[in-house]
């Protein structure tokens, strides 16, 4: 984690995705999935936000979408003040060159009839920055940066580990000095021996080259150990932002909550009072009318059917960064949050 500036390098307003269903003899269009309905955020420079929430929330659509390898439906993607989201033909090539990606699965996301320096450079070729002779260099440079040999460049993709793979994944999406990184579970696919020495080095790189993370996972104690500020997604909306310590120190949504809750104690002595959670996630297709939360709430009324809430503060700072919202009408009524208390042994 870095120092975060003042200034937003990323500001998303709004923003939807849609995707058709369709069905019948003629495959009309008969509904559409919400993988992303309304949401808004920004994210300052130097900063690390963790993008958390259940498997088909709609974390990864939202990475992709900003990326514009997802065409948004509807809403405004800022970076720079330029706006990504109608960005078209060069312009749209220029910002590219300071968004990248670094994919959650390191055996489908590198070509394996490419070697891994033809991958890293291809960047480079595609964007027309250097000779060949100093974009090969350029490519000896980032493997060296991830810790890999330069020697390797002419080896496979299947000669190397799930850890090197990554690491290969991260060069390339260093290839091009980007500003903002958007990492989408980029260790959900490794072991866990090998996590830690990913997650380090995107720390350190973070550091070193003043980068800006979008880090999208499912797993709260990474997103813990390398985030600034916490948004939680639930069914294509966010229902709760702010810093990391106040997310998970001082959670104000039930939803958080219960995730919060669910992290396994390494102390017996510990233990920490759980929320239960009513029934199962809705279909993106048929969303609950209101909340989207309110179906397996056990705090619900009949207030949290009516509308859903908008993000609103909880605790005001006049750091952007300390800023923190939840989307709940009962906020204020739920009570403080329960620490955990000691066992006796």
């Known amino acids: 984690m870095t120092a975060a500036s003042g200034a937003p390098l990323l500001q998303v307003e709004d923003l939807h995705k849609h995707y058709p269903v369709r069905g019948g003899v003629w495959g009309r269009q008969t509904g559409s999935i919400q993988a992303v309905a309304g949401v808004s955020f920004q994210v300052l420079k130097g900063q690390t936000l963790g993008l958390v929430g259940e498997s088909g929330c709609g974390k990864s659509t939202l990475g992709r979408t900003l990326m514009r390898l997802e065409e948004p439906t509807a809403g405004r993607v800022r970076f720079e003040g330029r706006d990504l989201a109608q960005a ?3 312009d749209l090539l220029s910002l590219r060159r300071e968004i990248q990606m670094v994919f959650q699965d390191p055996y489908s996301s590198l070509n394996p009839r490419m070697t891994v320096g033809e991958i890293v450079r291809e960047p480079l070729v595609v964007h027309g920055i250097g000779r060949k002779a100093e974009q090969v260099e350029r490519v000896r440079a980032l493997f060296e940066t991830v810790g890999l040999a330069g020697d390797a460049m002419s080896r496979y993709p299947s000669e190397f580990s799930g850890g090197q793979r990554q690491r290969i994944g991260v060069a390339r999406a260093l290839a091009l000095n980007p500003k903002l990184v958007i990492a989408d579970e980029p260790v959900s696919a490794l072991d866990v021996s090998v996590q830690s020495q990913v997650l ?4 350190r790189l973070q550091r070193e080259l ?10 709260l104690s990474v997103v813990e150990h390398v985030s600034d500020a916490v948004a939680i997604m639930y069914l ?7 810093p990391v310590d106040r997310i998970f120190g001082q959670p104000a949504h039930p939803y958080t909550r219960a995730l919060m809750q669910a992290i396994p104690s390494t102390d017996p002595r510990q233990r920490r009072e759980t929320v239960p959670l009513q029934g199962e996630t809705p279909s993106p297709t048929a969303t609950p009318p209101g909340c989207v939360f309110s179906s397996r709430c056990p705090h619900a009324k009949e207030a949290c059917r009516v509308a859903m809430p908008a993000l609103e503060s909880v605790h005001a700072a006049d ?3 300390r800023r923190h919202v939840v989307a709940c009408v009962r906020r204020d009524e739920i009570g403080a949050w329960p620490q955990r208390a000691a066992v006796s042994a």
């Not at 003043?210 to 797993?219: P, R």
């Not at 294509?236 to 702010?242: S, T, Y």
């Open 88 to 90: 078209r033909g060069a």
């Open 200 to 203: 380090n080095l995107m720390v």
């Open 210 to 219: 003043g980068l800006t993370y979008i880090f999208i996972s499912h797993d």
């Open 236 to 242: 294509g909306r966010i229902v709760e932002q702010g």
């Open 319 to 321: 750091d952007p960064a």
